[in-house]
């Protein structure tokens, strides 16, 4: 079989935790994954976005680890009176050095748009969080043939604010997660490509030779060889199976350079 493409991008697995876990939960599973990885190849970065009350707990685990700590979402404003959110800074003063923007659940249940997930990406690099974006289609767009179109659209309102040079992009068609139901190695390496092709054409080679792309929707050890073998996917945003130190660290493992 095919291993995972080489590039000069750095691999990075991520696991989404959405609203699962509680303190002590959150503590054993972090312990597992960061005792998991430690004899794992540098070559890999790790992530675990672990939700609000639970970051300072997982950052006390993964201090002088090799595994990062992000947060699910941010508010776009620095401060102020928005009961219930959460800025920037402070996910940066608790430890987090990443932020998803844009996961379709906020999109879906939040009603954010292509506009305000911009907005959150520019306040993420504002206090230096690396932002991963999430863009993908419904399975109803992509019915109607209309997946590029879609993914055209989330990236142009991103690149239409200026995309911050630490960017990550995740490419999460929304038929795909929490279903089992996982994008074939094409639909993802011609969505990643399509991704990658938009960026060069507005940003130039070099950034969009620089720009991670991850893959999310299902991902689990048993498919994700398949996927990290094509051709710009640099890594994986894990839901369900990042619940699970080990399918998670089997993830790792799998989607590693030279696994
Ligand atoms: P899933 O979720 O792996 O459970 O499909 C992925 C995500 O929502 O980021």
Not at 175 to 202: K, Q
Not at 210 to 234: E, F, M
Request: charged letters at 20%; hydrophobic letters at 45%.
């Amino acid at each position: 079989m095919k291993g995972p493409v080489v590039t000069g991008r750095r691999r990075l697995i991520a696991g989404n935790w959405k609203m699962h876990l509680d303190r002590a939960g959150a503590r054993s599973l972090a312990e597992a994954v960061t005792a998991g990885v430690a004899a794992a190849t540098e070559a890999t970065e790790i992530a675990l976005f672990p939700s609000h009350p639970l970051l300072s707990e997982v950052v006390a685990v993964c201090a002088g680890t090799r595994v990062a700590v992000g947060g699910q979402d941010l508010h776009p404003a620095e401060q102020g009176a928005y009961t219930g959110e959460v800025s920037g800074a402070q996910l940066a003063d608790v430890g987090c050095r990443y932020v998803l923007c844009g996961h379709s659940e906020r999109r879906r249940d939040h009603g954010e748009d292509d506009q305000l997930v911009a907005q959150k990406m520019l306040a993420a690099e504002r206090v230096g969080l690396i932002p991963v974006v999430c863009v993908g289609e419904s399975l109803e767009r992509r019915q109607a043939g209309r997946a590029a179109e879609v993914l055209e659209n989330q990236l142009d309102a991103l690149l239409a604010v200026g995309a911050p040079a630490s960017l990550v992009l995740a490419y999460e068609p929304v038929w795909a997660i929490g279903t089992g139901e996982v994008a074939t190695p094409d639909i993802a390496e011609e969505a990643h490509s399509l991704l990658r092709s938009r960026f060069a054409d507005r940003l130039g080679a070099a950034r969009a030779e620089a720009l991670r792309i991850l893959y999310g929707g299902s991902a689990k050890p048993d498919n994700v060889a398949a996927l990290a073998g094509r051709q710009g996917v640099d890594g994986f945003l894990v839901g369900g199976a990042s619940l699970d130190a080990a399918s998670f660290l089997a993830i790792i493992a799998g989607s590693a350079p030279g696994a």
